[in-house]
């Protein structure tokens, strides 16, 4: 059980900004929320985590919701090589289970 | 620096034989987990090691599954009597534990003929 819920798929025009949301209704207090995503035929790269303040990097930012039962990914500026399955994973010292993800369509 | 190595690349086996895959988590990493990816699927937890903890053997599918991690670091995940059902992309991850990121190897992929 992935315990969070994404959509199965979106779309997003290149040079476009995309936001990919995540439910992570039964979150506990010390559970991460980070994100990977796996481009083609390569193994899942990290993306970003946070735990309850909104967290940029060179990536993509991620806004946490207050009482932080969702999340939004978000690319600014999406490109062709942006098109993947991006995972939402409740994260804690322990095994880590992944759902099944959204796989994101680039158009140019 | 050296990223998460898994060996072999691809591995070609037939139904019955046992094999064994192998994965080089990154130095230090304390952390090291082991996903099962079909065709098109998501990634299957299979097993996680954490320090000199027992191992959270929850996820392997069936009894003909086993991994162990030596010295805390390499760690082998060995499949007996092969089954065709069990092709697919194995997938090794590595992370200092704690909220730290998992880093990704490039996976074996296993085809049972």
């Known amino acids: 059980d992935a315990k969070t819920t994404q959509p199965n798929s979106m779309e997003s025009n290149e040079e476009e900004p995309v936001h990919l949301p995540c439910n992570h209704s039964?979150?506990?207090?010390?559970?991460?929320i980070h994100w990977y995503r796996q481009l083609p035929s390569q193994g899942p790269e990290y993306v970003i985590h946070?735990?309850?303040s909104n967290v940029n990097n060179r990536m993509a930012s991620l806004a946490i919701a207050e009482d932080r039962k969702s999340s939004t990914l978000i690319l600014h500026r999406a490109t062709l090589r942006d098109a993947a399955v991006y995972y939402c994973?409740?994260?804690?010292?322990?095994?880590?289970?992944f759902g099944k993800g959204t796989r994101l369509h680039i158009l140019p | 620096g050296a990223g998460v190595s898994q060996s072999p690349s691809n591995k070609v086996t037939e139904k019955g034989k046992d094999v064994e895959l192998r994965c080089d988590p990154i130095?230090?990493?304390?952390?090291l987990y082991w996903y099962r990816q079909s065709l098109g699927q998501g990634l299957e937890f299979l097993i996680y090691?954490?320090?000199?903890?027992?191992?959270?053997k929850s996820g392997l599918p069936s009894d003909r599954f086993s991994a162990e991690r030596t010295g805390g670091s390499v760690s082998t995940l060995t499949i007996q009597r092969t089954q065709q059902e069990d092709s697919a992309v194995y997938l090794c991850?590595?992370?200092?534990?704690?909220?730290?990121?998992?880093?990704f190897g490039n996976g074996t992929r296993l085809t049972v003929t």
């Open positions: 991850a590595s992370s200092y534990g704690g909220s730290s990121p998992l880093h």
């Open positions: 090691f954490q320090g000199n903890s027992a191992p959270d």
């Open positions: 039964t979150i506990s207090g010390t559970d991460y």
């Open positions: 130095s230090g990493h304390t952390a």
């Open positions: 946070g735990l309850t």
């Open positions: 994973i409740r994260y804690r010292d322990d095994k880590i289970i």
